[in-house]
């Protein structure tokens, strides 16, 4: 399940609930078009890699289903960039 983005103005990058945490990652060109944001998890100790747009970066951080083999984030997390390669 892709939950649909719609987070109102707030600029903040916080949680809006403490058991979702935000993940930075760095955004980046796919060669095939878009862009994806590359996180690093702490659940598996390795990078997940999500699409990225920019009403996601406009809203400054988005929600996702975790890529994790064993996951414990049942809530999901929310993805941020922390930096963007052009
Ligand atoms: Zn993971």
Redo the contacts with the bound molecule.
């Keep these: 399940m892709i939950a649909s983005a719609n987070f109102t103005t707030s600029p903040s990058i916080e949680p809006a609930d403490d058991s979702i945490p935000v993940l930075r990652g760095t955004v980046f060109p796919h060669p095939r078009g878009g862009l994806r944001i590359r996180v690093w998890?702490p659940?598996?100790s390795?990078h997940?890699t999500h699409g990225w747009d920019a009403e996601d970066a406009k809203a400054g951080k988005s929600h996702r289903t975790?890529?994790?083999e064993r996951n414990r984030y049942t809530g999901g997390y929310y993805v941020a960039e922390s930096e963007v390669v052009e």
Aim: proline share 12%.
């Design positions: 998890c659940n598996c390795t997940h975790p890529h994790c």
